[in-house]
Each structure stands twice: as C-alpha cells, then as structure tokens.
C-alpha cells in the first residue's frame, strides 16, 4: 500500500567531528504502525531520527526506501522536540507545505482549515502562530506535517514538556495518523507513551541498536539485562 | 536664538502658503529618494537573504564588506561616479551627469550596503530559526528566500527605513554628480548647503525643518501602513 516502505538501512552511520552519533545500525521497518525509539539520554535517537528522515549526512551504510530518494523525501515529513512555528497565521502554517508544492492558495487554505478543524484547532485559524501554547503548538505541528499525507511522519519526542491534555490529545491524533495507514516513526524517554502506542520497539544504546522488536514482547520479556534495567528505571549506559 | 525662530516660523509660512519652489523641491527629494530606495532594495534585500542561506567561499569576505560599506563616505561615492560620467568617462556617452538619475543612481550606491547588511542580519536569525523546517521539507532555494523575506518583511521594512533615511538627508554624493541647479536638481539638501553658503540662515532652517518633517512623516504612514506597533509579536 505505501510507495515508500519498506524502509531498510544497513550498517547506516552518521559521524560528526570524527565522532560516532550513532550506528552502524540495520533496521528494516514495513506496513503502518507506530514504531517506538527509545533509550538513554545521548544514545543518539535523535541523531538516527534525523538520518533515516535524510537531514543529517550518512557517513556509511546505506539507507534504502522503496521508491528513489527524491520522491521519497517528499513523502515524508517530521515533527521536532520544539515545534518551528513560521511567522504567520496558524492557518497559513497548516498549508505552507501545500504552497511549497505549488497547491493554488485558495485550495490549500481550505484543505489547511479541514486539517486544523481534526487537531482542534478551528477557533484559532487566523492566531499568531508564534504565539500559541506549547501545546498548540504541537498541534499545528502535527496538522502541517500531515497535510502532505507522508507514508512516513518521524516524530522527535514530541510531547517533551507538554502537560497531560496536551499530550492525550497529541496521541489521539498519531493513532488516528496509524488507522489511516502511515507509519509512525516516534522517539520518547516516557516508557507509558512507549507501552501506550508502541507497535515496535528499536531501543537505542549508545548509538548502536541494542534490542529490537514487537513492542508487547519488548515490554513483557525484555531480552537483555540492560534491556531490562532501562525498562525497570535504572540508569543505563 | 533668532535664527532659530526665524526658521521655523518662516518654515511655517512656506508649507502653509504651499511656496511654489519649496514644493518642487521637496517633491524632487521624494522621487529621487524613493527611486533609489526602490532600486536599492530590489538589489540589496535578495542579496541579503542569498548571503543568509548559501554557503560560498566569499561568503564571509562580502559579508565583511557590505558592513564595512555602510560607512561609506558619500563624497567619495560623488566623485567616482563624476569621473565615471563626467563626458571623458566611461559612461560620459549616456550624458547623466547632472541629471536626477545620476543623482539616483549615487544615492542607490549609498544605501545598498547599509539595507543589505541591516536585512542579513535579521535573515539570518529567521533562518536560525526556520533552518531545520525548512531543510526537513526539502525546500528548493527559491521556496527559501522567498520564505524568508517575506516572514521577515517587518524588519526589512526598518532596512529600507534607515536606507531611507540616510538617502534623504545626503548631501555630499548630489552635490557633486546633480550640481544643485535650479528646476533641474536641486533638492533639500542641497538648497539648505546653497543658502547656509549664501548666508540665508532663515531660508536655509526653514528647509531643514521641511526635510525632517518629511522624514518623519514618510516613517510614520510607512510604520502605519506596516501596522509594525500594532502589538504584533513580528
């Protein structure tokens, strides 16, 4: 069903400075779901988030999707820690990426207010983006990233630093994202977000892949002590 | 003191009789400003946000540059540009030596480097903040500048201001490529130095306070119309 997927990446690595920030790593994630990325602080999900998204260089390995890089770049889309809000009107935020696509404005404004109007926020379309809360923020986030209907939405912790409701709803709308057939790609310290929406789980270590796996028997029947030790609370390193 | 009061209330009655050879002037001092803050921002906006996002070789070098021409000193501008278009000159054939367009064309050279470095400086910040954004939705570098001048328009807005600013109250670079004559080139500023030189302190004062009224009113509707301090964030 998705033009893009399967996503595999052999002994990819991404190195700065003469320094490793993560891999080699080989992964290879199909078929919606939502696949959780998680691990110790510096154990480079970022770093990997950003190199299978194709923003950070590949210093060796390689990483293959389904279709050629190009149109698989545009078929995707990513949602930082903290959201980048363009100088504008909540609205024309939600339909920047269609503009850039060359969608008419009229068309993209109004598919952008459908959008808006499914992560709640309809009363605020013509709003500073700038100044929204975090976690409307967050909200506008998701919405513009989702206008393009990506197969593949990379999510960098995304509710980092939001209250509960906020974070309630953000979930709501990434298992709506799930239902509608993308994969979900998302890094997260909080194990609860982890166990609620986790399909699969990479548990990343010292920017290498530690354990991989379904999610239910990750959670479960951790295979490795320091699998173990993570889930259990302990600091791991 | 006297002067001083001379001046404004002679000031006063020029504007209030709408003195004939005072409107001209000023009016000339508006077009000749305003298409050289035109021509000036067409180059030195684009360049600023190219300057933002390409990383070159000279990147830095231009940079550098730009900020150092800000203080470039407009009677040296003047005298370049007379050699350029004095009739023995390269550009002699064009015969735009004391015409309003040299006169353009000189202000045009002061201000692009003061608008372009004032604009890059504020691109640059944007694109601090918009880079991972952008660069995650694979903008082309078209899409890119676009963005960013156009989210950016308020502070180009205070550029082109300054560059404003300083093309209205120069003297130094007109003076010598328009040569102050009458109904043809003469502006403010150059009619103020006529008449302090020809000892009319009243007139010339009466001048001056056109010259900063028009400046004030021209960054006053410019601010109005930008709605820049209507409490928005940007």
């Given at each position: 069903?998705?033009?893009?997927?399967?996503?595999?990446?052999?002994?990819?690595?991404?190195?700065?400075?003469?320094?490793?920030?993560?891999?080699?790593?080989?992964?290879?994630?199909?078929?919606?779901?939502?696949?959780?990325?998680?691990?110790?602080?510096?154990?480079?999900?970022?770093?990997?988030?950003?190199?299978?998204?194709?923003?950070?260089?590949?210093?060796?390995g390689r990483i293959d999707w389904a279709c050629p890089i190009?149109?698989?770049?545009?078929?995707?889309?990513?949602?930082?820690?903290?959201?980048?809000?363009?100088?504008?009107?909540?609205?024309?935020?939600?339909?920047?990426?269609?503009?850039?696509?060359?969608?008419?404005?009229?068309?993209?404004?109004?598919?952008?207010?459908?959008?808006?109007?499914?992560?709640?926020?309809?009363?605020?379309?013509?709003?500073?983006?700038?100044?929204?809360?975090?976690?409307?923020?967050?909200?506008?986030?998701?919405?513009?990233?989702?206008?393009i209907a990506p197969d593949v939405l990379f999510l960098d912790?995304?509710?980092?630093?939001?209250?509960?409701?906020?974070?309630?709803?953000?979930?709501?709308?990434?298992?709506?994202?799930?239902?509608?057939?993308?994969?979900?790609?998302?890094?997260?310290?909080?194990?609860?977000?982890?166990?609620?929406?986790?399909?699969?789980?990479?548990?990343?270590?010292?920017?290498?892949?530690?354990?991989?796996?379904?999610?239910?028997?990750?959670?479960?029947?951790?295979?490795?002590?320091?699998?173990?030790?993570?889930?259990?609370?302990?600091?791991?390193? | 003191?006297?002067?001083?009061?001379?001046?404004?209330?002679?000031?006063?009655?020029?504007?209030?009789?709408?003195?004939?050879?005072?409107?001209?002037?000023?009016?000339?001092?508006?077009?000749?400003?305003?298409?050289?803050?035109?021509?000036?921002?067409?180059?030195?906006?684009?360049?600023?946000?190219?300057?933002?996002?390409?990383?070159?070789?000279?990147?830095?070098?231009?940079?550098?540059?730009?900020?150092?021409?800000?203080?470039?000193?407009?009677?040296?501008?003047?005298?370049?540009?007379?050699?350029?278009?004095?009739?023995?000159?390269?550009?002699?054939?064009?015969?735009?030596?004391?015409?309003?367009?040299?006169?353009?064309?000189?202000?045009?050279?002061?201000?692009?480097?003061?608008?372009?470095s004032v604009a890059h400086q504020s691109i640059r910040e944007?694109?601090?903040?918009?880079?991972?954004?952008?660069?995650?939705?694979?903008?082309?570098?078209?899409?890119?500048?676009?963005?960013?001048?156009?989210?950016?328009?308020?502070?180009?807005?205070?550029?082109?201001?300054?560059?404003?600013?300083?093309?209205?109250?120069?003297?130094?670079?007109?003076?010598?490529?328009?040569?102050?004559?009458?109904?043809?080139?003469?502006?403010?500023?150059?009619?103020?130095?006529?008449?302090?030189?020809?000892?009319?302190?009243?007139?010339?004062?009466?001048?001056?306070?056109?010259?900063?009224?028009?400046?004030?009113?021209?960054?006053?509707?410019?601010?109005?119309?930008?709605?820049?301090?209507?409490?928005?964030?940007?």
């Amino acid at each position: 069903m998705s033009r893009l997927l399967p996503l595999v990446a052999k002994a990819a690595t991404s190195r700065r400075g003469g320094r490793t920030l993560v891999g080699p790593v080989d992964l290879r994630i199909d078929g919606p779901g939502i696949t959780v990325l998680i691990g110790p602080n510096g154990a480079g999900k970022t770093s990997l988030l950003n190199l299978l998204h194709g923003t950070a260089r590949l210093s060796g390995g390689r990483i293959d999707w389904a279709c050629p890089i190009d149109e698989a770049r545009h078929a995707q889309a990513f949602v930082f820690q903290r959201p980048v809000m363009l100088r504008r009107s909540v609205v024309d935020n939600i339909a920047y990426p269609l503009r850039i696509r060359g969608v008419p404005r009229r068309e993209a404004l109004s598919r952008a207010e459908t959008a808006a109007a499914q992560v709640g926020l309809a009363g605020m379309l013509n709003r500073d983006a700038p100044r929204l809360s975090g976690g409307e923020q967050q909200k506008l986030a998701l919405a513009r990233a989702l206008i393009i209907a990506p197969d593949v939405l990379f999510l960098d912790e995304p509710c980092a630093s939001l209250d509960g409701r906020a974070m309630r709803e953000i979930e709501q709308i990434l298992i709506q994202a799930r239902a509608s057939g993308r994969r979900l790609i998302l890094s997260t310290h909080d194990m609860g977000q982890a166990r609620r929406l986790g399909d699969d789980v990479l548990f990343l270590l010292r920017g290498r892949l530690h354990d991989s796996g379904p999610a239910a028997e990750f959670f479960a029947r951790p295979r490795t002590s320091r699998a173990r030790a993570f889930l259990q609370g302990d600091i791991v390193e | 003191m006297v002067d001083i009061w001379n001046g404004v209330s002679q000031a006063f009655w020029l504007m209030v009789t709408l003195d004939s050879a005072l409107v001209e002037i000023s009016l000339r001092s508006l077009r000749v400003t305003f298409t050289a803050l035109l021509i000036a921002s067409c180059i030195a906006l684009p360049l600023a946000a190219f300057l933002a996002v390409r990383r070159f070789r000279w990147r830095r070098g231009i940079i550098a540059l730009l900020n150092a021409l800000m203080g470039l000193p407009p009677v040296v501008v003047g005298l370049v540009l007379y050699v350029i278009l004095s009739r023995s000159g390269p550009l002699g054939v064009l015969g735009l030596l004391f015409t309003p367009t040299a006169m353009i064309i000189a202000q045009t050279v002061i201000i692009v480097p003061l608008i372009a470095s004032v604009a890059h400086q504020s691109i640059r910040e944007l694109w601090a903040e918009y880079h991972d954004l952008l660069i995650s939705m694979n903008v082309t570098e078209g899409q890119k500048i676009r963005t960013l001048l156009w989210d950016s328009r308020r502070a180009l807005l205070t550029a082109a201001l300054a560059g404003f600013g300083r093309a209205i109250g120069e003297v130094g670079a007109i003076m010598i490529v328009g040569g102050n004559i009458d109904h043809a080139t003469r502006v403010l500023t150059t009619a103020i130095a006529l008449e302090t030189g020809k000892g009319d302190f009243g007139l010339a004062l009466a001048l001056g306070f056109v010259l900063i009224g028009l400046a004030v009113a021209v960054n006053l509707s410019i601010h109005w119309l930008g709605r820049t301090e209507r409490g928005d964030r940007w």
